[in-house]
């Protein structure tokens, strides 16, 4: 019983460090969700509406500008982003929104990584 608990919360650990339980297909279903709620419609199907979704959007999308803003100058300048200061999270999520739309080979990378590629080409450092 308890080699059948281990593996199982191995498989699980396997799935959620492997990005398969986290990719940008999920990204862009949370990020449906927020926009949605953002444009004022109203959820159709609360199951599949879900507006924690639109709170992971939010959520991921944050914490990736945030840890830019706290990691400044110890990122390496071609995977830095500066975006401007009036920039708000919306605008963060729109980006990401877009650049996923633009980019539909990304959809298989991990929420993170689309994330911060999506700051990128939004807004480069003209340094």
Known sequence: MKAWIAAGIA???????????????????????????????????????????????????????????????????DMKWCSPETASNDDAVRATIEYMSKNPDVMSKRKIDVIWLAMRDKWPCNE
């Open 11 to 77: 498989l699980v650990g396997a799935l959620v460090s492997s990005g398969a339980m986290a990719d940008g297909n999920e990204l862009a279903d949370q990020c449906r969700v927020y926009t949605g709620l953002m444009n004022g419609e109203k959820l159709r199907d609360p199951m599949k509406d879900n507006p924690l979704k639109a709170g992971l959007c939010l959520g991921e999308v944050q914490g990736a500008v945030e840890l830019m803003g706290y990691l400044g100058s110890g990122v390496s300048k």
